[in-house]
């Protein structure tokens, strides 16, 4: 169950990390296939990498997209293709739901999304299973780029748990013009 801050219980949280690590492996196998060349989690099973689980409706998985040999377009569409073959055919709104979970496939198409990605690290889930998730100051940044409620909720925590380099957030923001709107959303603090 959920508390009334959003946050989810101990069992619910290792049950949905393994369901995770579930969705996670596949896109794993996609990457190790060349369907994606590189990807980062971002959103909020990102974030629980550094923060304080809260609960969420999907994974968000930004990719570098590549075109098709002999095109200039940059589609999803080979992903999907392959998540269709190997079975996973169930949409939730625009995502499809892989091993339970709907995955939003975002391509990375602003300079900080794809340095998020270059960026990425493996981090350990469940059974060898290893997700790659930038670091805590690309999350912010994103998160601050966007600039959505649940953004803002996400931030707050990463602020009031010092889990990031404050002199590393403050030379990414500044070096992708988002320093005025980090600074706004320190003012509501």
């Known amino acids: 169950m959920k508390n009334d801050f959003g946050y989810l219980e ?3 949280y290792r049950f949905a990390m393994l ?3 579930k969705a996670i492996a596949i896109v ?3 990457k190790e296939e060349g369907v994606i060349s590189a990807y980062a989690v ?3 099973i990102g974030a629980l990498f550094y923060i304080e689980p ?3 409706q999907d994974i968000d998985i930004f990719v570098h997209l590549n075109p098709k040999p002999g095109s200039l377009l940059v589609t999803i569409e080979p992903i999907l293709d392959r998540l269709e073959e190997l079975g996973f055919t169930l949409w939730e709104e625009d995502k499809v ?3 339970g979970w709907p995955i939003q496939f975002l391509p990375a198409t602003k300079a900080i999304e794809i340095e998020a990605i270059a960026h990425a690290k493996p981090e ?3 059974d060898g299973i290893v997700a790659f998730v930038p670091p805590a100051e690309y999350l912010m940044a994103m998160a601050i780029d966007l600039g959505r409620p649940k953004d803002m909720i996400r931030l707050q925590c990463f602020y009031e ?3 990031f380099d404050p002199n590393q957030l403050d030379a990414l923001l500044e070096k992708h013009q988002l320093s005025s709107k980090w600074q706004r959303y320190l003012s509501q603090f």
């Open 161 to 163: 748990q010092r889990v």
């Open 54 to 56: 809260t609960q969420t």
């Open 19 to 21: 369901a995770t690590a």
């Open 10 to 12: 101990q069992s619910e």
């Open 124 to 126: 350990p889930l469940a």
């Open 28 to 30: 794993n196998q996609l």
């Open 97 to 99: 739901v892989v091993a």
């Open 42 to 44: 971002g959103g909020a």
